[in-house]
């Protein structure tokens, strides 16, 4: 049984270029949150998603900042015009219901900002 | 704003030893507090949790301990093993599905 994939793992992007992070949650999994670790910092709740619909999304930047999880493929989560301070390492997590009990979290993508 | 605080970046112990990280936090919101471990290269996984009405849970070689008036938790690893060489992450909820982290503590046993 396959677990949370994210790809890509390691992004490197010049500012004002676009970020694409893509997250494959785990089988039978339809709920899906995103996180964000700022160096020295711990990680971030930013948005969760169930197919096709946005539930929460409080803790994302309000600009810039979009995420989407169609009914067929991954969860993407995109960074429009990237600046240097979006550099992180962004977390999926998956889960079978809506829950804070059993989130199963991906590897991770890092992303650098140059 | 931080509100789950983990103050030690390190913690080195040796094999067979007690490992103790410690966890502060500042929202009397939260009810519920998991611990997860993670190795480089790999996302963090769920360790050991317990709910706000208890204030100890165990299992096996991983014990949580909750003081609410204090607003503190602690993991205590007994005994130490390499295998526990990770990164430990202390997290919080209040009744809904987002989790709250501290930056982390890395522990490195010895031989």
């Known amino acids: 049984n396959a677990g949370v994939m994210q790809n890509p793992r390691h992004l490197v992007r010049r500012r004002g270029q676009e970020a694409r992070l893509r997250c494959s949650p785990m089988?039978?999994?339809?709920?899906v949150y995103w996180y964000r670790q700022l160096p020295e910092e711990g990680l971030k709740f930013m948005v969760y998603l169930q197919k096709e619909n946005i539930i929460d999304e409080s803790g994302m930047p309000k600009e810039r900042f979009s995420a989407e999880f169609p009914k067929e493929g991954p969860s993407i989560l995109r960074i429009q015009q990237v600046v240097r301070g979006d550099s992180a390492a962004y977390f999926c997590a998956s889960s079978p219901s809506p829950s804070r009990y059993e989130q199963y979290f991906g590897p991770g993508t890092r992303l650098t900002v140059t | 704003d931080q509100q789950v605080k983990q103050n030690s970046p390190s913690l080195s112990v040796q094999e067979g030893r007690i490992s103790i990280l410690n966890c502060d936090y500042t929202?009397?919101?939260?009810?519920?507090f998991l611990w997860y471990k993670k190795y480089p290269a790999e996302g963090p996984t769920f360790l050991i949790s317990i709910s706000s009405i208890k204030d100890k849970n165990e299992d096996g070689r991983f014990t949580v301990f909750l003081n609410k008036s204090a607003k503190h938790l602690s993991l205590h690893i007994v005994p130490s093993q390499p295998g526990d060489s990770a990164v430990y992450f202390c997290a919080a909820s209040s009744v809904d599905y987002k989790l709250s982290f501290g930056a982390g503590t890395t522990v490195t046993v010895r031989a």
């Open positions: 089988k039978g999994h339809s709920h």
């Open positions: 929202n009397s919101m939260f009810d519920y």
